[in-house]
């Protein structure tokens, strides 16, 4: 099973937001979506928005939200 992660992160690693599934369309969706969200101030000084697969939910951040 392949599962999508969303994660914004920022500078120094930590993630703020985080959200798992496993439909590829809505992941890339959301993906767009956290990439809009971020502010050039925060793209600047090295907030990135990242799109990933894992085989499992254990995987997952425990702080992801979780989709089916």
């Known amino acids: ?3 999508w992660v969303n994660e914004q992160i920022d500078p120094s690693g930590m993630i703020h937001a985080c959200i798992a599934c496993c439909d590829e369309s809505q992941a890339k969706d959301c993906h767009e979506s956290f990439q809009q969200n971020l502010t050039e101030i925060q793209k600047s000084t090295g907030w990135v928005a990242q ?3 894992v085989n499992s939910w ?3 951040p425990v702080n992801a939200l979780k989709l089916d």
């Open 58 to 60: 254990d995987e997952v």
């Open 1 to 3: 099973m392949t599962i």
């Open 51 to 53: 799109l990933r697969t």
